[in-house]
């Protein structure tokens, strides 16, 4: 984990899936908001221009440039943020795999098992490691819901989507008097790289812009 600011920030938001997309749009809102945000994402590049963009509105942000599919890489950033913050006052969980649309009968293995990896057992994975630092905090957990299951061709990335929203509803239920609070939002269409992969013909004008979603999700969490 690269630590790009070490000044603490009496809130943190740790975004998964942060290099772009809503991820990206959260990152910056939240930053703008006052917190430290904490940007995990596999791609490097990316997240040093959300740095940038963060950084030149007055923000602070921590990349993380890691894999989420890589347990040892989430049990170690576990621990750096329990040895540094003590806890978490926000995790948004933006990342996802998009395997290629495809009939059932002629899903890759790769990409199916890839699905169930990032979309599916990753979460699992994080929610254990992440749950008593949002308890420390009393935090909330924020997932995002894309009803894909059960339509043609989205046979990868619905079910393993599914199975991801299931588990999260399961632990919203669970922590009810507990806590964390575990919230799950359904955006709007957004212009996203994974949207595009799915509706390759569709006008990004049609759709609802990322900052604009951020900052509505982020607006009704705080109510």
């Known amino acids: 984990m690269n630590e790009n600011d070490k000044s603490d920030s009496p809130r943190l938001a740790v975004i998964t899936g942060a290099s772009r997309g809503l991820g990206a749009a959260l990152a910056e809102e939240l930053a703008a908001r006052g917190y430290h945000v904490l940007a995990v994402a596999r791609t490097v590049g990316a997240l040093e221009e959300l740095d940038d963009r963060i950084r030149a509105t007055g923000g602070a942000a921590t990349l993380a440039p890691m894999d989420v599919g890589e347990a040892p890489a989430m049990q170690q950033l576990a621990e750096a943020i329990a040895k540094r913050w003590g806890g978490v006052d926000l995790w948004a969980h933006c990342a996802v795999h998009a395997a290629p649309l495809s009939p059932a009968p002629h899903i890759d293995g790769k990409d199916w098992s890839k699905s ?108």
């Open 116 to 223: 169930l990896l990032v979309n599916t057992e990753s979460v699992r994975g994080l929610i254990v490691l992440l749950e008593p630092l949002l308890r420390a905090r009393d935090g909330t957990a924020l997932f995002f819901d894309d009803t894909r299951a059960g339509q043609k061709f989205f046979g990868a990335y619905g079910a393993s989507k599914a199975a991801q929203i299931a588990l999260a509803k399961s632990w919203r239920a669970e922590t009810v008097n507990t806590g964390p609070r575990v919230v799950i939002a359904e955006p709007a269409a957004m212009p996203t790289s994974v949207r595009a992969r799915f509706f390759p013909g569709e006008d990004p004008k049609t759709l609802t812009p990322c900052k604009s979603e951020a900052a509505r999700i982020l607006d009704e969490l705080a109510e």
